[in-house]
């Protein structure tokens, strides 16, 4: 197993014969991930509009759970 961790293949034969190949997953390359810009999105969804920092707090103290 240590070669394949190693990334080798390897052949299992029987009679001569392979009859299985036990490889490692391929390996990916890391797609990096393009955020988006938050704080356009705010400003086109709220326009320069300052929302109070309690304003989730308030809205959960509505609700009764």
């Known amino acids: ?7 080798e ?4 034969v ?6 299985a190949l036990l490889s490692p997953p ?3 390359k890391s797609k990096k991930l393009k955020l988006p810009d ?3 999105r705010q400003k086109r969804i709220f326009g320069d509009q300052v929302l109070p920092g309690n304003a989730v707090a308030e809205e959960r103290e509505s609700y009764e759970w």
């Open 38 to 40: 938050f704080a356009t």
């Open 9 to 12: 293949q390897v052949k299992i």
């Open 14 to 19: 029987k009679k001569g014969k392979v009859i």
């Open 26 to 28: 391929p390996r990916h």
């Open 1 to 7: 197993m240590d070669w394949i961790t190693e990334g």
